[in-house]
């Protein structure tokens, strides 16, 4: 009798051993589970993180930028062909105050400008100046000048590193004395060979202007 009690709880005792044994098994397992399932989230979280971060949009360089200041509608005219062949952004000059619709007025308006050395105001900034790596600037000729309007223009910005490139429509007297005043007004830009169309050519100089772009070999 003893000795198959003492069978039996040898037995129960082995049992025991055997049931505390697999419940720690399990509870590893489990936790072994969740902390490669916490890694694995975390991993990708970071991964996520950092194509959003490549993602993110840097400002384009090397853009072109035609700015013109129109009374006529000539050089407006102009610098739609050379947007046509070029496929930059065009941006009007235009004064803070309106010049007359009188010609004569004009005349007396432009020569006192002169006269003053004027810097008149700007109506508006070109947005994303940095972006832009060449600048046609065009304008008519006043008094064999540029109107001083483009002055103000040239010196609200920083030419450093950039290309200024002319066109000029006029009555015949193509640029006049601004070709030699555009350096002052843009120190640090290169400048390139400028176009000056007639104003009553216009209409017609769509294949000039194609061949004047063509060989500024800009690109």
Request: aromatic share 10%; with cysteine.
């Amino acid at each position: 009798m003893k000795k198959l009690l003492s069978f039996l709880l040898s037995m129960t005792l082995v049992f025991s051993l055997a049931a505390c044994s697999g419940g720690t098994s399990t509870s590893e397992g489990g936790a072994s589970g969740s902390s490669s399932q916490a890694l694995s989230e975390s991993e990708e979280h970071s991964g996520s993180e950092a194509a959003e971060e490549s993602a993110e949009p840097t400002e384009e360089v090397g853009g072109t930028l035609i700015a013109y200041f129109s009374w006529s509608g000539n050089t407006e005219q102009m610098a739609q062909m050379i947007q046509a062949e070029t496929g930059g952004d065009l941006f009007e000059i235009e004064p803070a105050t309106p010049y007359t619709d009188d010609y004569n007025t004009l005349l007396d308006v432009a020569q006192q400008e002169q006269a003053d050395n004027a810097r008149p105001e700007l109506a508006a900034q070109v947005e994303n100046w940095d972006s832009y790596d060449v600048v046609f600037v065009g304008y008519p000729d006043w008094w064999s000048d540029a109107p001083m309007l483009i002055y103000s223009f040239l010196e609200a910005y920083d030419w450093e590193g950039k290309t200024l490139v002319p066109f000029c429509t006029s009555g015949g007297s193509g640029f006049g004395r601004s070709l030699d005043k555009l350096p002052d007004s843009a120190p640090g830009a290169t400048i390139a060979e400028g176009f000056h169309v007639s104003g009553s050519r216009v209409d017609g100089a769509s294949g000039e202007i194609a061949t004047w772009i063509d060989g500024l070999n800009l690109a």
